[in-house]
């Protein structure tokens, strides 16, 4: 069956119209997250780093071995890679809908045109982290390659995959309740200090890995270390909660948007 001409051309308008609209919030965000250059991409990717070259530092000054392993830079950057994608990912995105209000008074910008766009910056700077930090690795000696890429690879994409759902629930959320923006921010403190990334979970007592693994960043970063280590514990991994989650904490979020459009743009 031949589709109209003039339906063609709808649609090749309306997705002339969807890119120039994400450019201009893509824009906007780089204005007020990258300082407005490409070079804030490097800028923010370089905070990251400092945070796991602070760690390693006071690690090293105390004389604390690795956990697990044999390199204490390799161990912290398995368990920092998903963590902090997952907390500046999500993070920026639960603030992006507050920080473009403005931009959703035009009938043309949507709240998911704002939430992709948002993502899409963050992912990005989330791959130029992992490149510095595999660098990095590779300049002190050590192997930055995982014994598994795939399993790497599936791990790394469903942390994103959490950290776009979670963000998007958030973003949401924040939408009605502002304040909720800053216990997300407290909240990331409590996710950092309990998903593993300077410990072994499994090594805990039963009962304490167990609760500890009601976090899902948990499990991005036990699934990493198990492509990083071959004789890792898979004891506490759950690879379908943490897809699971992610996925789940998306349809939500989708769903409130479907569903509170109309509020949510008010005000």
Known sequence: MLVP????????????LKRNVMKAVILRDMRTRFFNHGLGFLIVSLWPL?????????????????????????FFATGLIPTLAFMYVSRFMSLSLLLNRPMLAFPVVTVVDVMIA????????????LIFVLIIIDAVGDDPFPVDFSEAIEAYISTLLLSIGVGFLA????????????????TMMLVYVSSGTLFVISSLPDAISTALSYNPVVHA?????VAYYPTYSTKILDK????????????LGLLMERLFRGKMLEG
């Open 240 to 251: 379908q909660y943490l897809i699971g989650f992610g996925l789940t904490s998306l349809f």
């Open 5 to 16: 001409v003039r339906n063609r051309v709808n649609f090749v308008d309306a997705l002339r």
């Open 221 to 225: 970063v036990e699934w990493m270390r």
């Open 171 to 186: 973003g949401g959320i924040c939408m009605f309740f502002p304040f909720f923006s800053t216990i997300y921010a407290l």
């Open 118 to 129: 948002r993502a899409f910056l963050e992912i990005i700077a989330a791959f130029v982290t």
């Open 50 to 74: 400092g945070h796991m070259m602070i760690i390693l530092m006071i690690f090293s000054v105390t004389g604390r071995r690795t956990p697990f392993g044999d390199s204490l830079v390799v």
